[in-house]
């Protein structure tokens, strides 16, 4: 059974500092997927990662995968307070399917 | 371009009743899955659809159910409702099934009372 895992599931940072969140999934898959949530709301489409090597930027956000390792990495880059969202990342297995598996998700409160 | 919409976006029930959420995707857009969040299990996946044909199914009772017509519009309907049913439902769209971008609708709150 495919698992993914979210590390931190809490994160408290500055404004202006930089910091990773990783998600760690279980068995092989082809496309990885990272969605922001901001409270009571619905998910916003961040990165869709396809292959391993595969790094994507958007602003201060940056993602990457490796499927070797099975790991992928969100990495925040000079946080600002409207970064304050919780981040999920998702992995689909494989094959004809859009089936998401979600990691537990990563609450990121930016102070100022 | 119009994004995914739901309907509605809030729902009370009483145990026992049923109910059912409807999900239009984005325009030309053929696949459909639908999603359940609750604080406790965060996000479990319920059913895919993809012209008209379920082609996925999660872990999920008999009572959810769901259909995709020839619009690519979708709903799902749960039966004789439980208090642990109540979450926000959410469905996403997508071009096909394949590397796509999964875009999704902004959920319908569903609280069962």
């Known amino acids: 059974e495919l698992k993914v895992e979210q590390n931190p599931l809490f994160l408290s940072m500055q404004e202006g500092k930089n910091y990773t969140i990783y998600c760690n999934y279980s068995?092989?898959?082809?496309?990885l997927y990272w969605y922001r949530q901001d409270p009571g709301k619905s998910l916003e489409s961040l990165f869709v990662?396809?292959?391993?090597?595969a790094v994507k930027q958007e602003g201060r956000l940056m993602a990457s995968l490796d499927t070797k390792a099975r790991l992928s990495t969100l990495h925040i880059t000079a946080a600002v307070h409207d970064l304050s969202a919780t981040y999920f990342c998702a992995v689909v297995r494989g094959g004809a399917t859009n089936k998401l598996i979600f990691g537990t998700g990563t609450l990121l409160a930016v102070q100022p | 371009k119009a994004g995914v919409t739901q309907t509605p976006r809030y729902l009370i029930k009483t145990r026992g009743q049923q109910v059912t959420l409807s999900c239009s995707p984005i325009s030309g857009h053929r696949s459909v899955s639908w999603y359940q969040q609750t604080p406790g299990q965060g996000l479990q996946f319920l059913f895919e659809y993809f012209s008209e044909t379920q082609r996925n199914k999660g872990n999920f009772p008999g009572r959810f159910s769901g259909r995709q017509f020839s619009n690519s519009r979708s709903e799902m309907n749960v039966s004789t409702l439980e208090l642990g049913d109540s979450a926000l439902y959410l469905c996403?769209?997508?071009?096909?099934?394949?590397?796509?971008?999964?875009?999704f609708g902004p959920g319908t709150r569903l609280t069962v009372t």
């Open positions: 996403a769209s997508s071009y096909r099934q394949g590397g796509y971008e999964q875009y």
């Open positions: 990662l396809l292959s391993n090597g």
């Open positions: 068995t092989t898959s082809d496309r």
